[in-house]
């Protein structure tokens, strides 16, 4: 399981640098991420290397955050594989909030970052089906 923080951001110019400024730094290096957007404020979600250290700095620099479990989920870099991973979850009745790509630095595979409502249940079943879950 993965702690994904959310940043909650004013829609404006700069803002993206300055979050990233910040997590500069402190050293944190972003893994993945994804950004929703409204037309005043957006949510930044993103894995970090450090999320206790991220949130510190940003919450230190006025931004609201939140702390999250994902899970990550390796698979093989080959097409049809995100297909089957979704279809997995579909067939086991789990619900998807949002997917976003990450990366293992050290394999090179991709990482699909999932929020799901029961982050426990889906780890059990997706490892009980073979898939690599971080």
Not at 35 to 49: K, T
Not at 82 to 107: G, H, P, Q
Request: aromatic fraction near 8%; proline fraction near 3%.
């Amino acid at each position: 399981m993965l702690k994904q923080l959310s940043i909650f951001a004013e829609n404006k110019k700069g803002t993206m640098q300055q979050i990233t400024q910040i997590l500069f730094e402190n050293d944190v290096n972003i893994l993945g991420s994804v950004n929703n957007d409204s037309a005043e404020y957006g949510i930044v979600r993103m894995v970090v290397s450090d999320p206790d250290k991220a949130e510190q700095a940003l919450q230190a620099a006025g931004y609201m955050t939140r702390q999250t479990d994902v899970l990550g989920v390796e698979v093989v870099d080959q097409p049809g594989n995100l297909n089957s991973l979704l279809k997995t979850l579909l067939e086991t009745n789990i619900d998807i909030d949002y997917i976003y790509l990450s990366f293992n630095r050290e394999s090179g595979c991709p990482i699909m970052v999932f929020h799901v409502p029961d982050v426990y249940e889906t780890e059990a079943s997706l490892k009980s089906k073979g898939y690599t879950v971080l």
